[in-house]
């Protein structure tokens, strides 16, 4: 038995599907106000109403933590290093099981890392891509150790404490994150999560492949955004990976006053961005 996900559909229709890849340490519901923005911009804008879908990673949400066999051979420090090629190969399964053959992949954080090994692995799935704040970066030593101990901290205390710092408004952060009510939100989106589940995705992220070797080999419609205020990955990080896709025609965003969780924080100006890239993977498809 494979990894199987739970989907969630904000629209329907017969164009391209829209498929948005969650971040860390949350699942599909951090899309739930850009995803209804998203519906109503494209019938505005005069596209073809199209699928809208939030998958739950492994893990996340609805979709239950993977086997071992489903899972894949686990490293002596304990990453999953095929996990994440598995994962990719399930999403592009879901879409092939509702009988489409492409989609618009856009991914954030860690849904980011998934889009582009999707574009690795599948690149025939990929009508165009999305990567917001992200990285096509694997993990340094460092980070991978520090993923790990997050992993046995969730395991071992049964809490997802050690990722409740995710919620914790810093001095730098943006207006939206530093309010009270977005605190509270986004505590509550990762309190529903299962230490198992965090622990599942934090080990697939450690093993996952350096992915810098794809960005010049995406030759479709690409939309690369961040936050100004993103500690993880600002536009410093990001701006790279969009000068590294050269076959590409690639659309760079910086959002003002916005941290890692862009989709979250200022969705109306992540669903703009959305929208004008599906707008072009509709003019690719029909040329």
């Known amino acids: 038995m494979g990894i199987s996900l739970h989907n969630t559909s904000y629209a329907d229709g017969q164009g391209l599907p829209l498929v948005l890849v969650h ?5 599909h519901h951090m899309w739930d106000e850009c995803a209804q923005q ?52 399930a999403y592009v399964q879901l879409i092939r099981d509702a009988g489409y053959q492409r989609a618009v992949w856009v991914g954030l ?3 980011g890392y998934v889009v582009l090994d999707i574009h690795r692995r599948h690149p025939e799935a990929v009508a165009a891509i999305g990567l917001l ?13 520090r993923r790990l101990h997050i992993a046995q901290e969730c395991e071992s205390s049964q809490t997802v404490d050690a990722v409740m710092h995710f919620a914790a408004p810093q001095l730098h952060d943006s207006t939206v994150k530093r309010s009270a009510d977005f605190t509270a939100m986004f505590a509550a989106l990762i309190q529903s999560q299962t230490p198992e ?36 990955s600002p536009p410093a990080v990001m701006e790279p990976i969009s ?12 959002i003002e006053d ?8 200022h969705p109306l100006r992540v669903a703009e961005a959305i929208v004008d890239l599906v707008g072009q993977a509709v003019k690719a498809s029909n040329h």
């Open 197 to 232: 589940g965090v622990a599942w995705r934090q080990r697939m992220a450690a093993g996952r492949p350096d992915l810098n070797a794809e960005l010049p080999k995406i030759a479709v419609p690409a939309l690369v955004l961040c936050g100004d205020l993103d500690p993880s």
């Open 133 to 145: 704040d992200t990285k096509a970066d694997a993990d340094s030593d460092e980070a991978r150790a």
């Open 38 to 89: 998203i519906a109503h911009m494209s019938e505005h804008a005069g596209l073809e109403p199209f699928p809208i879908w939030a998958p739950d990673m492994p893990g996340a949400g609805e979709s239950a933590v993977p086997d071992e066999s489903a899972t894949g051979p686990i490293a002596e420090d304990g990453a999953y290093e095929q996990a994440m090629d598995r994962l990719a190969d």
């Open 109 to 111: 954080s860690m849904g």
């Open 258 to 265: 916005c941290g890692h969780f862009s989709a979250t924080e």
């Open 243 to 254: 000068q590294a896709m050269t076959r590409s025609e690639v659309r760079m965003r910086v």
């Open 23 to 27: 971040g860390f340490p949350v699942d």
